[in-house]
């Protein structure tokens, strides 16, 4: 149970934004899903910032700042016309953004395991397997840009292809969890017997 309630207090903090949003649009439409989108975003940083005096971290930032920038455009305009291309752009802002990291400073994923207090985090080649992962998640956010942009440049319409998305997107970012966490072992043994994962990790 503690378990479950520090990966939902994990889910929330870092992909609250993108949860509300899809759960207010399912069931009051675009517009109100934009605004509490931003009122959630706020709320945000005046509870980390102003009520528990936390420095907020480099990925919340980020994900606040392309959430209020999109959202704000779509909102004071008569017609959301960054919608129909927005996740492409979102997406590929998140890709270059894990990507990033990998050679800038801590690759996120073990930014997140480290938070998180992940058991095993000092285990020999664990460092290294969370740089690994931090790849396959920048690869997954460019594959779907690129998947989003095929459906926004096709003959669906935007009602279509935002039913499309608000199902794949949560389906395919469950798949990389779940299927991570299924396929952990298998994917270490791997990498051991190509030699990827070094026996000692100093790093």
């Not at 690994?132 to 292809?161: C, D, M, P, Q, R």
């Amino acid at each position: 149970m503690k378990k479950l309630q520090s990966f939902l207090v994990w889910l929330f903090q870092n992909f609250g934004p993108l949860i509300v949003f899809l759960v207010t649009k399912s069931v009051m439409g675009l517009k109100p899903a934009i605004l509490a989108t931003l009122i959630w975003s706020i709320a945000e940083v005046i509870y980390l910032v102003g009520w528990k005096r936390e420095k907020p971290s480099q990925f919340f930032c980020f994900s606040v700042g392309t959430t209020l920038l999109f959202g704000a455009i779509d909102l004071y305009s008569d017609n959301p016309f960054l919608f129909r291309y927005e996740s492409v752009l979102t997406n590929v802002l998140t890709g270059l953004y894990f990507g990033a990291t990998i050679f800038i400073g801590k690759p996120l994923i073990q930014e997140f395991a480290e938070k998180a207090k992940t058991d095993g985090i000092e285990r020999p080649g664990a460092k290294t397997y969370l740089r690994y992962l931090t790849v396959a998640w920048s690869t997954y956010f460019f594959v779907k840009a690129g998947i989003y942009l095929h459906l926004a440049n096709s003959s669906l319409s935007i009602e279509e292809t935002t039913a499309i998305r608000s199902a794949f997107g949560p389906i395919s970012f469950g798949v990389m969890l779940g299927g991570e966490r299924l396929l952990r072992p298998a994917i270490i043994k791997a990498l051991k017997a190509f030699k990827m994962l070094p026996a000692l990790d100093q790093s």
